[in-house]
């Protein structure tokens, strides 16, 4: 009591040395450690160890099962700071560098669906485990997991939130390097069918919200622009002022040419673009409905699209691969393609000439105008494609179905 240990009382030098035998036999058999412990202590301790021997575990398995977690799960930290804070600082950051807005929001919309439910945990106390099952089971708007190819883009994006956690004394570990490394990805040149283009081009003009988006998607599939060169991220990045982004201003709709100037193509690619037909007629119908550039929300109406039509897997720059790929059949010679698209020859034969698309086929693409996209709402073909898209929700969400039935 009071910082000392209690010893115990006894009536008699036998009854003491019995005790003092017990002790020693206690010491011999056990050690001093067992032998100083009171009684509550040993119970807690004999039953712990019944605990650990019914689940097939020793002392030692579960102190090394103990190292090894505290290693990967928990940090060292000089200061506790929720997660929802961290993120908030990894916003401001990345828009005070510059980082396009488009982007940063993109990026930490993932980050706070992640987040949902763990807000104001801190972030040194997340484990490896925790985002890797989180990864894992992400699906696509159609209901399709991740492909290997986004789960290494997010595994990037969450990489460089810990990362500002690090700098900022928050975290000492990026949980990153603990998860399942994804290998080297091959390199494939993929284009949307010209019956997929159509859907998209149907799901785009199928609702007022969604043909916000024309004119940016107008612009890959039939002008050759990147996305990024659309978005003006270059321009917003060097904190040059709106005036400097990519507008209606740079699209001369009366002469079919688009100029992607300096501020905004990729270094040494600032090039003018001849327009095909059918792409002044798209954009001609984007500017009437107003669509603004840069667009807003363009990734969320495009998802919205792609749950329309069972769009299960969005192609990476795949608008502006399928103009690569049809405009060889337009042009009869490389050279012209490059002069609009904005790369070398050798990318264009080595990625897209190797496809070796039929130039009726090619041809096709450049016949999807506002005309045939209208006809196509009206026909019952269309009405099959959605149709069959919602039956495929409904299966894959069926929990989700019957909540909202309800």
């Given at each position: 009591m009071n910082?000392?240990?209690l010893r115990p009382l006894v009536n008699s030098e036998d009854d003491a040395d019995k005790l003092l035998s017990k002790y020693k036999?206690?010491?011999?058999?056990?050690g001093e450690f067992w032998a100083r412990l009171s009684g509550s202590d040993r119970l807690e301790i004999t039953a712990t160890l019944t605990k650990i021997k019914?689940?097939?575990?020793?002392?030692?398995?579960?102190?090394?099962?103990?190292?090894?977690?505290?290693?990967?799960s928990?940090?060292?930290?000089?200061?506790?700071?929720?997660?929802?804070?961290?993120?908030?600082?990894?916003?401001?950051?990345?828009?005070?560098?510059?980082?396009?807005?488009?982007?940063?929001?993109?990026?930490?919309?993932?980050?706070?669906?992640?987040?949902t439910g763990r807000e104001r945990q801190n972030i040194h106390e997340i484990s490896p485990d925790d985002l890797q099952n989180w990864l894992n089971t992400q699906k696509t708007p159609a209901g399709k997991p991740w492909s290997l190819s986004t789960k290494k883009t997010n595994q990037i994006r969450f990489s460089s939130l810990w990362t500002v956690a690090i700098a900022k004394g928050w975290a000492s570990l990026n949980i990153i390097d603990r998860l399942e490394p994804i290998?080297?990805?091959?390199?494939?040149?993929?284009?949307?069918?010209?019956?997929?283009?159509?859907?998209?081009?149907?799901?785009?003009?199928?609702?007022?919200?969604?043909?916000?988006?024309?004119?940016?998607?107008?612009?890959?599939?039939?002008?050759?622009?990147?996305?990024?060169?659309?978005?003006?991220?270059?321009?917003?990045?060097?904190?040059?002022?709106?005036?400097?982004?990519?507008?209606?201003?740079?699209?001369?709709?009366?002469?079919?040419?688009?100029?992607?100037r300096v501020e905004i193509a990729k270094t040494g690619d600032e090039r003018t673009i001849r327009l095909q037909p059918c792409a002044v007629k798209w954009l001609t119908l984007?500017?009437?409905?107003?669509?603004?550039?840069?667009?807003?929300?363009?990734?969320?109406?495009?998802?919205?699209?792609?749950?329309?039509?069972?769009l299960e897997d969005w192609i990476h720059d795949g608008l502006r691969k399928n103009c690569a790929?049809?405009?060889?059949?337009?042009?009869?010679?490389?050279?012209?393609?490059?002069?609009?698209?904005?790369?070398?020859?050798?990318?264009?034969?080595?990625?897209?000439?190797?496809?070796?698309?039929?130039?009726e086929v090619s041809l096709e693409h450049w016949q999807i105008t506002p005309d045939k996209v209208a006809k196509y709402l009206a026909s019952q073909k269309w009405r099959d494609v959605v149709t069959a898209a919602s039956a495929l929700r409904q299966e894959q969400s069926p929990s989700e179905n019957a909540k909202s039935e309800s």
């Open positions: 910082g000392h240990r036999k206690d010491l011999k058999q056990a019914e689940a097939g575990h020793t002392v030692t398995s579960v102190w090394a099962d103990w190292q090894r977690w505290k290693k990967d928990q940090q060292t930290t000089t200061e506790p700071k929720a997660y929802e804070d961290v993120v908030a600082e990894f916003e401001t950051r990345k828009l005070a560098a510059g980082v396009g807005k488009r982007y940063v929001r993109e990026v930490v919309d993932l980050f706070k669906r992640f987040g290998k080297r990805i091959g390199v494939t040149t993929q284009i949307f069918a010209n019956a997929t283009t159509l859907n998209i081009m149907a799901a785009i003009m199928s609702n007022k919200l969604t043909q916000a988006i024309l004119a940016p998607i107008t612009l890959g599939f039939f002008g050759c622009m990147r996305p990024e060169e659309i978005a003006s991220e270059k321009a917003i990045q060097e904190g040059l002022p709106a005036s400097k982004y990519f507008g209606w201003h740079d699209i001369d709709l009366k002469h079919g040419l688009v100029s992607v984007a500017k009437e409905l107003g669509n603004p550039l840069p667009s807003v929300n363009e990734r969320r109406l495009i998802d919205e699209c792609c749950a329309l039509i069972g790929t049809h405009l060889r059949a337009v042009y009869k010679n490389d050279y012209d393609v490059i002069k609009d698209m904005g790369h070398s020859i050798r990318v264009l034969l080595g990625h897209y000439a190797a496809k070796r698309v039929p130039d």
